[in-house]
Nanobody, 121 residues
Framework: QVQLVESGGGLVQPRGSLRLSCAAS????????MAWYRQAPGKQRELVAA???????NYADSVKGRFTISRDNAKNTVYLQMNSLIPEDTAVYYC???????????????WGQGTQVTVSS
C-alpha cells in the first residue's frame, strides 16, 4: 500500500508565505506524476500545479508567478511553495501522485489527506 502524508498548512496573513510538503511511503517502484490540487468551500477541486510526464511544470493561471512546485525524487516528496498569498487561496490542499509498484508497469492514483490553508488577516 502507498500512503501520502501532507504537512505545512495553516493560517497566514495576506501577502504571507507557506510551504506544503507531501511525502509518499510504502511499496513504491516509480512515481510518474506529482501534483497539487485544492478545494475551496462550495467549489470543485481544481488543479493548482503539476509536474507533467515530460518533467516540466504547469500551473493554474490564478497562481502563476506566486506558487512553485518542486520535488525531491530521493525522498518521494513533492513541495508547494506559496508566496504572496491572497484570501482567494484559502482551501484544502491535496497532493496527488501516480505510483507504480516495484516491477509493475501500471500506476495507481493516490491522494494525500488534505491540509487546510487559510489566508486571513
Amino acid at each position: 500500500q502507498v500512503q501520502l502524508v501532507e504537512s505545512g498548512g495553516g493560517l497566514v496573513q495576506p501577502r504571507g508565505s507557506l510551504r506544503l510538503s507531501c511525502a509518499a511511503s510504502g511499496s513504491i517502484g516509480s512515481i510518474t506524476r506529482m501534483a497539487w490540487y485544492r478545494q475551496a468551500p462550495g467549489k470543485q477541486r481544481e488543479l493548482v500545479a503539476a509536474f507533467t510526464s515530460g518533467g516540466t511544470t504547469n500551473y493554474a493561471d490564478s497562481v502563476k508567478g506566486r506558487f512553485t512546485i518542486s520535488r525531491d525524487n530521493a525522498k518521494n516528496t513533492v513541495y508547494l511553495q506559496m508566496n504572496s498569498l491572497i484570501p482567494e487561496d484559502t482551501a484544502v490542499y491535496y497532493c496527488n501522485m501516480y505510483v507504480s509498484k516495484p516491477g509493475r508497469s501500471y500506476s495507481n492514483a493516490y491522494w494525500g489527506q488534505g491540509t487546510q490553508v487559510t489566508v486571513s488577516s
